[in-house]
Structure formats: C-alpha cells, structure tokens
C-alpha cells in the first residue's frame, strides 16, 4: 500500500520564537511540504482551521495558550483533529510527555534537535497519517461496496422469494423447512422434480441465515467447465454459501475434492479453527441421491457429507397456490417493463388449475410471461 501523493502536504510550524520558527523553516526547506508558521496557540488553531494541515510541530511553553492546551483545542475541532501533532520542548520529564501523548499527539522531540532527526520523524508520521486516510478511505469504499452487494442480495431474494409464496399445506410446509434449514450450517440438498427452482429455495435458505449478508455463489454443473475451480469459489464464498446445482454433473476429480474440504471445514469447527474458508454447501439434484451413487454420477463419499435434505413438493401438488404465484410473476415482469398488470380472471385460473404443469415452477413462470406479453400487445 503506498501513500497518497496527489497533494502537496502541509506542515505547520509553531512557535513562540522566531528564530526557532526560521531554523525549522530551514531544516524543512526542499523537502516538498508547502510550510506554515504561527507564533501563538491562538493563531496556531485559526490557521489550522483554514488551512487543515497534515502535521503540526508544535511548542509547549508559549505565553497566554502553552502548547498542551493548543494541543487539546485542535484535537477537539472536527476540523483539525486528524491532523498529526509533534510537541517540540525542552521538557524532558516523562511526566509531561506522557501528558502531551494523552492529548493526542504522536511524538516528542526534544530541544535543541538535530535536522536530520526532525526531518526523519515528521517523514515518518506523514507517511503514517497517509496511510491512515488511506486506509480509512478504503474502509469507506468497501462499506460502500458492500451496501450495493446487500442491495442486490436484497433484489435477488425478492426475485427468487416467489416459490414460497402461496397457502397451501405444501408451501407452509417448504416454508418452514426452509426456515429450518436456515437455522444451521450443515451441507444440504435440495431435491425435486425438473423446473422446481431449486436455486430460489438455495437463496431463501441463504438469505434467512446468519450469512444472508454474505454471498451467495452459484454454480450450474452441467454448464459449468469440467474443471471448474471450486477452490476459487469457496474462497469468494467465504463466510457466505456456495449453491451447487445439479452436483452430480461435477466430476469426479471435483466432487473427491469437495468431499475432502467438506471434512476438512467441519474438523475446523469442531476445533474453533479457521484453517479453510467457512463456507456453507447447498446442493440440488432431481433424483434421490443413492440413485445417484448408484449410476456412477455422484461419488459415496461426497453422498455421505450430505445427509440433511429438503424435498420440493411437485406443482401439481399446491395447485391452490397457482394464482397467488402466477400474480407475482406477472407482476414482477410488469415492474421490469414499467406497465400495469394484467387482472387473472376466474376462468384463467381455473385453466391453471386444470393442466399437470410437468414442468413445475420455471414452466409455470414462462407461461405466465408469455400471456402477460400477449396481453400487453392487444
């Protein structure tokens, strides 16, 4: 990390004495600060109000305001308290410079003082004060950063939220498995039938836990390249969850690998480590997973790390709940366009209810949209 150069660095310098302030001037001279100079407390303190300098050298005994309690009144003022102050004296009692550190300031130098070392420490404390803001402006950044990421964590579960949605005992019944899968950190599978959005469940899993905060990475295996780097994808992961769809479709090579730091996350635990990125694995299928195992497709020992599972019930199964999850999605794709939604009438929904919907939820989503456009363009 290097320091800030973007501006010319200031430094004030006060002191009662004018030859005093002219030595400094010339101990100071060339080496690129832009130089101030006070002759009083008072003085010092107006002018680092206006001008906001990074380092003050500063005197302790001057008449009327002494150098502790300029000191006090510049680390007080919003305006000048960032600024790094070193006490210039011939106060040699540890007393007293202990005093001076307590107000705030960095450093002591004593008098009569040698160039090179007033040249040196006020080097090192503007280089410590940049690195500071520096820092400190990097916090701001990321706070930031994570504000726009937490917002779009936010959207993406109001996106996805819709597969709960709906009174039927199915859904009261996801909803609340959902809700307890959240209360733990153990790997999960979600299992259900094609179209199911097992991703939507995955996100409100991960949204309802203690690291909804955190990222969410996805990852669809089928589409994802052979050798994807799941190692990479824990590490962004980190204190957040890694969503695995279709996990059967990893290879082997990946599934051993995974199987490994599953053991390796969970032996941290036990022993309140932190070796490996705390990372919580979601998994889905579309089969029973022992089917799975058997067909050569997913690996016993990676089978064995997912022992707590959560069933999506079929759509077939909440047709009660077809109006409620139609209405969102056409709303949400009315939003998108900036155009009114369409009313679902009595005979729509009877439709709905009447067809199988073998392709659950993404079916039911995409038929929906599909009348919605219909709709929109008469």
Not at 107 to 128: C, G, M, S, W, Y
Not at 210 to 228: F, K, T
Not at 353 to 374: D, F, H, M
Request: hydrophobic share 40%; net charge neutral.
């Amino acid at each position: 990390m290097s320091p800030d150069t973007s501006h010319t660095l200031q430094v004030l310098l006060v002191d009662d004495n004018p030859t005093n302030l002219q030595v400094l001037f010339q101990t100071l001279d060339r080496q690129g600060y832009r130089l101030l100079a006070a002759r009083s407390g008072k003085d010092a303190v107006s002018i680092a109000q206006r001008a906001a300098p990074d380092l003050i050298l500063l005197d302790v005994m001057m008449p009327e305001m002494d150098g502790f309690e300029t000191c006090a009144r510049l680390k007080a003022d919003v305006r000048t308290r960032e600024a790094a102050v070193i006490f210039l004296s011939a106060v040699t009692e540890p007393a007293e410079k202990v005093r001076g550190l307590e107000l705030g300031a960095v450093d002591f130098i004593n008098k009569p003082f040698q160039a090179e070392e007033v040249i040196a420490r006020v080097r090192t404390h503007l280089t410590v004060r940049q690195l500071q803001k520096h820092l400190a402006d990097r916090n701001q950044e990321l706070e930031h950063e994570l504000s726009v990421a937490q917002e779009l964590l936010r959207e993406a579960r109001d996106r996805h939220d819709g597969v709960l949605l709906g009174s039927s005992l199915a859904a009261v019944r996801l909803r609340r498995e959902v809700q307890d899968a959240a209360q733990n950190d153990e790997p999960l599978l979600v299992n259900g039938p094609p179209g199911s959005d097992h991703e939507a469940v995955a996100r409100a899993i991960h949204h309802q836990s203690r690291r909804g905060s955190r990222a969410i990475i996805c990852i669809h295996c089928l589409s994802a390249a052979v050798d994807v780097d799941l190692t990479a994808k824990l590490l962004l992961a980190d204190a957040g969850t890694l969503y695995l769809e279709g996990i059967q479709h990893l290879s082997h090579g990946a599934q051993k690998g995974l199987a490994e730091r599953l053991r390796a996350m969970e032996d941290d635990r036990r022993a309140g480590l932190m070796l490996h990125p705390d990372v919580r694995l979601i998994a889905s299928t579309t089969r029973e997973l022992d089917e799975e195992v058997l067909a050569g497709r997913l690996v016993p020992d990676l089978r064995r790390r997912l022992r707590r599972a959560l069933d999506i019930a079929p759509l077939r199964s909440r047709l009660d709940d077809l109006p409620t999850l139609a209405e969102h999605i056409v709303r949400r794709q009315a939003e998108q366009a900036g155009r009114t939604m369409p009313i679902l009438t009595a005979d729509a929904v009877q439709r709905l209810k009447t067809y199988s919907w073998p392709g659950n939820i993404r079916e039911l989503a995409t038929c929906s949209v599909a009348r919605w456009r219909q709709a929109r363009e008469r």
